[in-house]
């Protein structure tokens, strides 16, 4: 379900994650995990953000948000279907770890860690002597 008001970002160059993010969100947090402990791209179009707060009897709860840009416009979209609360890191990190490789459908052959080529921070696999795709760059098989 989309918000009522209209948010949107520059699209003369692929937005980052935190000007998705901040085009739909602004300063406000989310109640049940306010605390945001990373945000990453998803495709050249769609950001996530990883965010943790305390459940019910104090049990950590992991949240992870989905938003989409219209390249067209530069609106952005929460993408609801696509969120997902977990109760650890390690569900929710496997699960942002999909959202990724169904974006960018590869990882480094050798080392078996998910390539991010639109991510600023993005270093290939972090091998000392990076492997075939890592090197060259690729983004397909």
């Known amino acids: 379900m ?6 949107k ?3 003369d160059h692929a937005p980052s994650a935190r ?17 945001i402990l990373k945000c990453g791209k998803a495709g050249k179009w769609r950001a996530w953000e990883l965010s943790v ?8 709860i992991f ?3 989905v938003v989409d840009v219209n390249p067209e416009t530069g609106e952005t979209d929460r993408h609801n279907d696509a969120g997902a609360a977990f ?3 390690a569900e929710a990190d496997s699960y942002i770890e999909r959202l990724r490789a169904d974006a960018y459908g590869t990882k480094c052959d050798e ?5 991010d080529f639109e991510d600023d921070d993005a270093g290939g696999c972090g091998r000392e002597t ?4 890592c090197f060259r760059g690729d983004d397909t098989d």
């Open 2 to 7: 989309a918000s009522n008001a209209t948010h």
């Open 53 to 60: 707060g305390s459940g019910i009897f104090s049990a950590h």
């Open 9 to 11: 970002v520059n699209t």
């Open 87 to 89: 109760q650890t890191r």
């Open 19 to 35: 000007d998705i993010l901040y085009a739909e969100y602004g300063d406000s947090k989310n109640f049940m995990t306010p605390s």
């Open 130 to 133: 990076l492997c075939g795709p």
């Open 111 to 115: 080392c078996r860690v998910l390539i």
């Open 63 to 65: 949240g992870v948000s």
